[in-house]
């Protein structure tokens, strides 16, 4: 498990204490995200994610304290009329596949976000979801037309020593900003008819530049 802020890492603690079996936490080391925090505890199902926001044009699904850099890349993308679904996986063993492939199938587009290694990290276990239930490629109809299939963009850190610095400095150095998933996810959608949001047709903001790609592996 790895909680998006202070108030669901209680309530994960507190799900770690009541489940009957062994249990892995991951949260990051530095200030906490200011959010309130509720009285008493909730105990949060294994395995379940959490849909923090609907959108037809793109899926943003962050593990742990990346979900506020997909909500806040989210309400920037909302700003030029591109419309983003935004996910809280909680868990990356085991992935919710019910909420996580519904989303993908309905979008199209994924972009993956994790303060960890890209090899073998979140963004790999999502892929090998999406091919596991065949769906990650197109499907040739009947007539010879590709139906289907979803663009996958993973942002995390590339397999190699990451050097020393302030959190601040390695996460603008390797992608992991509000800014970054911006662009990667106007890149991905920019390059087909996207929904209608507010009036506004968000194929006006097509760019011909690709997502980045960041590699694979390392921490912060």
């Known amino acids: 498990m790895a909680p ?17 079996g062994p249990v892995a936490m991951r949260y990051p080391r530095g200030n906490v995200e200011g959010v309130e ?13 959490e849909l923090l926001r609907e959108g037809g044009d793109i899926a943003l699904i962050g593990i742990g304290n990346t979900v506020n ?12 009329g591109i419309d983003a679904a935004v996910i809280n996986a909680r868990f990356v063993k ?14 199209g587009r994924v972009i ?16 090998e979801l999406l091919d596991e239930m065949n769906i990650l490629e197109p499907v040739r109809t009947e007539n010879g037309e590709l139906k289907g299939g979803i663009e996958v963009h993973r942002i ?10 302030t959190q601040s400095e390695l996460r603008k150095e390797y992608g992991l900003t509000v800014d970054s998933i911006y662009e990667a996810a106007r890149s991905m959608v920019g390059k087909v008819t996207l ?7 968000s194929e006006d903001l ?6 980045r790609e960041v590699g694979e592996g390392g921490q912060i």
């Open 156 to 165: 995390g850190l590339p397999d190699k020593f990451i050097e020393h610095g």
């Open 94 to 107: 085991p992935l919710d596949r019910e909420l996580i492939s519904k989303w993908s199938e309905k979008t």
């Open 37 to 49: 925090i509720e009285k008493g505890f909730k105990a949060i199902p294994i395995g379940k994610a």
């Open 206 to 211: 097509a760019k011909e530049e690709k997502p």
């Open 112 to 127: 993956t976000v994790e303060e960890n290694a890209l090899m073998g990290g979140f963004g790999s276990a999502v892929l």
């Open 195 to 201: 929904s209608v949001v507010g009036g506004v047709k």
């Open 69 to 80: 850099l997909c909500s806040k890349a989210a309400d920037k993308l909302r700003g030029g």
């Open 4 to 20: 998006k802020d202070e108030s669901e890492l209680r309530n994960m603690l507190y799900t770690a204490l009541e489940h009957d």
